[in-house]
């Protein structure tokens, strides 16, 4: 299912979100590209923008997030209240971010994965949703952590 997709990036990440932004809009998803305000953003403006855009979007929306790391980026991005933002490096977390652990926003590193292998690793998180199982008590345990933490602002 194509699904709606907010993408965006610091600096240190330009590059892969260009390749990123192209290869989805190819797969046929909407793909909405949070510009940084100038270069020298930090990354943790960038991933709040994404983030507001994802919760504000379709149910299905998804976040990608870029910078050199990618761990500011989902540090960032998880303290948005429905947010499930994970790190993904290889194709068995890319899997996992999506079937054991929801993640509705992922993250990927500049500087750790290289082009060709971001792409694939998106692809696979996008080809996969949440099947109800084993991880349920885990992420409703999430939930209610959330509840319990988050305070209105």
């Known amino acids: 299912m194509k699904k709606p997709i907010v993408v965006g990036c610091?600096?240190?990440?330009?590059?892969?979100k260009q390749a990123?932004?192209?290869?989805?809009?190819?797969?046929?998803?909407q793909v909405e590209d949070v510009v940084a305000p100038s270069d020298d953003a930090p990354y943790?403006?960038?991933?709040?923008?994404?983030?507001?855009?994802?919760?504000?979007?379709?149910?299905?929306?998804?976040?990608?997030?870029?910078?050199?790391?990618?761990?500011g980026m989902t540090i960032s991005a998880n303290k948005f209240k429905g947010i499930y933002a994970a790190l993904i490096h290889d194709v068995?977390?890319?899997?996992?971010?999506?079937?054991?652990?929801?993640?509705?926003?992922?993250a990927l590193g500049s500087r750790v994965v290289a082009p060709q292998l971001a792409l694939k690793l998106l692809e696979r998180w996008l080809e996969l949703d949440y099947r109800s199982g084993p991880s349920d008590a885990k992420l409703a345990a999430v939930k209610r952590l959330e509840e319990e933490?988050?305070?209105p602002a």
């Open 44 to 71: 943790p403006l960038v991933a709040a923008e994404v983030c507001r855009r994802v919760l504000a979007g379709a149910p299905n929306a998804r976040g990608v997030l870029l910078c050199g790391t990618g761990l």
């Open 149 to 151: 933490n988050f305070r």
């Open 10 to 16: 610091d600096s240190a990440a330009t590059a892969l």
């Open 92 to 106: 068995y977390s890319a899997e996992r971010a999506a079937l054991s652990n929801d993640a509705n926003v992922v």
């Open 20 to 29: 990123v932004t192209a290869r989805l809009q190819e797969l046929g998803h």
